[in-house]
């Protein structure tokens, strides 16, 4: 398998653009309801910008003697219903985004689980799965957030940035002119920070995925960390990507927190101005009714600050949103499988495979397996062994489609594996591998996994062939006990239940990959010994790492540096004294040493 390589750790500014445009093209499945949110906040947001408007002509109406208390009373009512159904059009508004972005929330995680079923293995081996976790939790709620909050204030700011400067020309378009050359000024402070700010967002969400990945890597293998004492290690290691973390973090959220304060600052400067200016007029006037028209504008001045400052607000929270969709958008656009354009299937298989001419790598440039052919007859068990890296488990890969051979192919029964749809090519073989994969359930339910419509006598059969089914029977619950992470089933165990697994499966073929490799030699003992009743009468590839478990293999495979060196049964190659006969002598040395 080639080697684990992390995602880069230093993000390049990416396209603002495409980003938010892959945002908003979400929303298409649900343009009927965002219309309607939209139009909600936007009479939401008229009738408060009309608020400050009545409540001028009440003020006249004090300010002109006698007073008028119907007059005033009736522009008091007016206030009233005007405030009562701006509150049920904005909560129905945010009542119909929460309801919005839940759903595309939902439909964005649909779709990356339906993507990872899609994409070939190579995506993995380069990709953390922490990563990939941070993609479908962290970059998605904060997405939906965005969605929820950010889209709702940015129609309210716009309607209003639209509207109150007419509401305020209405009143004195000297103060409304002098009042507006704030809007420059804060749109050209905003674009300066966001451009700024962008890239220390991205970084953010990017460390995000990297710390998480770390996290998952070393949790998952804490035994390992604690049996190395690689604690420190793993420490330092989260303190660098963490450093990464808090730095990008700390710059995005300074520069995009300087927003409120510098508009602020410009729209108090503002505030000031229209006071005086506004004085100014009335004095030139000699107009009482006009200082009711200053108190008015003095607070759509305030109202106007609103917008600008949540503008800044969303901006900055729209990068942050910007960079979590870019990542959905990386993952849902990276290239899949390439499909199935064939769907040709055996009448009968007989288990007869064929490698001819095989060459593969895992990048283009680095071949690993060169010109490989070899032939497996039906019901022949063949080992393949060989040192590390030499392209054993590679060689599956290829067999089972989770790589596409670079040259040459293979065959089953004289048919292309290319012409055979991967699901189906896949149910041909059973899997046996070194590393025991059990989900939580019921022991029924994991040894069902691939023939769920399997009777519990076939079950317990398998099981009794699998040399598992009395350790079952001692376990509370028998085959209904439910295993977990803290269940005490050893490692040899689990590999007879996934022995025991493949037995009910009952495939024509059979992959083993170095199923004894960490086991005991009397656990050894009793999966070779399933094993041998798993393989009987099927085609079988076993990877070996203990070369005495495969004695009775009727062809051995002796691979180095991905080419095949030897072929022979053991003896034969034993008596060539070649390569093999070096590996088995070496494992023979090993042993009398560690029973010395």
């Not at 003697?65 to 909560?91: C, N, Q, R, S, W």
């Not at 989260?238 to 304060?261: A, E, V």
Request: charged residues 20%; neutral net charge.
């Amino acid at each position: 398998m080639p080697p684990f390589a992390r995602t880069a750790s230093a993000a390049k500014s990416k396209d603002f653009k495409a980003s938010m445009k892959f945002l908003f093209k979400s929303l298409k499945p649900f343009r009927l309801l965002v219309a309607i949110s939209v139009i909600l906040s936007v009479f939401s947001t008229v009738i408060s910008i009309m608020g400050p408007y009545v409540l001028n002509l009440m003020m006249e109406e004090i300010v002109e003697l006698p007073f008028d208390f119907g007059e005033i009373g009736k522009f008091g009512f007016i206030l009233i219903g005007m405030y009562v159904f701006a509150f049920g059009t904005g909560y129905f508004e945010h009542f119909i985004m929460a309801k919005v972005s839940s759903k595309i929330s939902e439909d964005f995680r649909r779709k990356i689980t339906n993507k990872i079923n899609t994409l070939p293995l190579s995506y993995f081996d380069r990709h953390s799965f922490g990563d990939l976790l941070s993609r479908m939790t962290n970059d998605i709620d904060l997405i939906g957030q965005t969605l929820n909050n950010s889209l709702p204030n940015l129609i309210t700011s716009v309607t209003m940035l639209i509207g109150i400067p007419v509401m305020m020309f209405t009143l004195s378009w000297e103060l409304t002119l002098f009042s507006l050359i704030e809007i420059p000024l804060a749109i050209g402070l905003i674009m300066l920070i966001v451009k700024i700010s962008q890239k220390y967002f991205i970084r953010q969400q990017k460390f995000l995925g990297d710390i998480n990945g770390h996290i998952e890597e070393i949790y998952s293998s804490h035994n390992v960390v604690k049996a190395f004492n690689g604690e420190e290690k793993a420490i330092r290691q989260f303190d660098t990507i963490n450093t990464k973390l808090r730095d990008s973090g700390r710059k995005s959220q300074f520069l995009s927190s300087l927003m409120m304060p510098t508009i602020n600052f410009i729209g108090n400067l503002i505030y000031v101005g229209v006071v005086v200016l506004g004085a100014y007029l009335a004095i030139a006037r000699n107009d009482l009714v006009f200082i009711t028209s200053i108190i008015t504008f003095i607070t759509y001045i305030r109202l106007f600050n609103q917008p600008i400052a949540q503008l800044g607000s969303v901006f900055s929270t729209l990068q942050s949103a910007a960079a979590a969709s870019e990542r959905v958008m990386e993952f849902l656009n990276e290239k899949d499988e390439v499909p199935d354009t064939n769907s040709v299937t055996l009448p009968k298989v007989r288990g007869k495979v064929e490698f001819k001419n095989v060459s593969f790598g895992y990048e283009k440039d680095k071949t690993i397996i060169h010109n490989f052919s070899f032939t497996a007859l039906p019901g022949q068990k063949i080992a393949i062994v060989g040192p590390t890296g030499a392209g054993k488990t590679t060689l599956v890969n290829l067999l089972m489609r989770f790589y596409e051979v670079g040259e040459g192919e293979i065959l089953i029964d004289g048919v292309s594996t290319k012409q055979m749809q991967r699901t189906y090519l896949r149910s041909l073989f059973g899997m046996v591998l070194q590393d025991t994969w059990l989900f939580e359930g019921t022991i029924k339910e994991n040894l069902k996994y691939a023939s769920p419509l399997a009777s519990d006598e076939t079950m317990i059969k398998c099981a009794k062939m699998a040399n598992v089914h009395h350790f079952i029977t001692t376990l509370p619950g028998n085959y209904d006990m439910i295993l977990t992470e803290d269940s005490m089933v050893s490692q040899g165990q689990k590999q007879l239940l996934t022995i025991a697994r493949a037995m009910i499966q009952n495939s024509p073929m059979l992959i083993l990959d170095e199923a004894t490799s960490s086991v005991d030699t009397r656990t050894e003992q009793l999966i070779q010994s399933a094993m041998d009743r798993l393989t009987k009468g099927r085609t079988s590839f076993v990877i070996a790492h203990r070369l005495s478990t495969i004695r009775n293999a009727d062809q051995i495979i002796v691979m180095n540096n991905g080419e095949i060196v030897e072929i022979g049964n053991h003896d034969t190659l034993l008596e060539k004294g070649g390569f093999y006969a070096k590996l088995y002598a070496s494992q023979f040395d090993e042993n009398n040493e560690s029973k010395e």
